[in-house]
DNA sequence: CATCAATCGTTTAACATCAAACTATCTATA
DNA sequence: TATAGATAGTTTGATGTTAAACGATTGATG
């Protein structure tokens, strides 16, 4: 009964891989968003107040690519960041399809206060590895990243640049 | 705006190697849970399905301890297997409190069948990495585990033996 | 100019998730 | 025995998540 699986050396290897890798991106995420909770906010609007603090207002289409969620998603994660007064929508006139997204002085100052916190919480996380081991970490995690390597969205048109891939931001959601 | 970060290094390499984690984990995940999809169930499902197929009926209390979920999201992941036909509740008559979970003929027919089929995607997905990195995956990811090394819970009872710490049962969800 | 296709955001239905309040049942103990 | 506390499961309310259908707006093309 404890055995729990009758295949091959290399069945189990990949099935405890992922599971350990499952389970400790849960724990991590968990502990970190208990930390979020005190300042009254979820993983997912920190990733959007992030995004607005960093790259500035944005449409909702724009958020949902760069956090990969859905429209519907972003349409509601927006609408409780908005009840809570850190968010506002502004209708483009140019394009009245589109709605900007801005940080009110509320949410910026928010944001601003909790990014810090934020990422030494994710510090503090992640010290139970060395320093080569984090990098290692990171080394494999990426060869399970998004299928196929794609990248096929240069974000804001800048096609003229081949440039570096972008891979990683250094954004503390995600 | 592309720098995002003017933390020390030490900052910017757990805040990688986070980010990574998450993303690795999310990939994966959604990817195996497309292959689910063909057969109708979802990951929560197939995590219930899966224990108790491995272990025999067991009550919603030990599911929830097994797969670290809320009592409120076992009833309710449940309540979905029910209306599927693949488990049903039974009361047990000597404790009225508990109910015990059982697998229909359908729900097992289902599940071994599916079973082997998601290993098989659990290892293409992992396969991405050679064996020593699955390996070198799991050591990593295993520090990262659930906080401080609890492991408080002897799930009924046996608390005469002090045994192996239990810590992989090799499933394939989790 | 009219229409059609693309794009943006919203809504809906289904599932997942938690915490907290609640019901039913059992156990210990006074 | 009666009552209080523990335990099992359900319900509720909030959030997140997707896919699919839908409405509004824009742009292109005949």
New interface residues.
Partial sequence: ?????K?DS????????????????????T?LSAGLDRHGITTSQLGILEALF???PMCQRALGDKL?RSGGNITMVIDNLEKHGLVERVRQKDDRRMIMIHLTPKGRKLISRVLPLH?KD??K?????T?S??????R????????GEVNLENEHGNSERKTKEKE???????
């Fill in positions: 009964m404890p055995t729990h699986f295949g290399g069945t189990k290897r990949a099935l405890n891989a992922f599971i350990n890798l499952s389970r400790a991106s849960n724990s991590v995420q502990r960093h790259l500035g990969l990422a994710v510090v996380e992640m010290s139970r590895l320093a081991e984090q990098e290692e970490l990171r494999l995690c990426r060869k399970l990243g998004r299928g990683n931001d250094t954004s503390s959601t995600q």
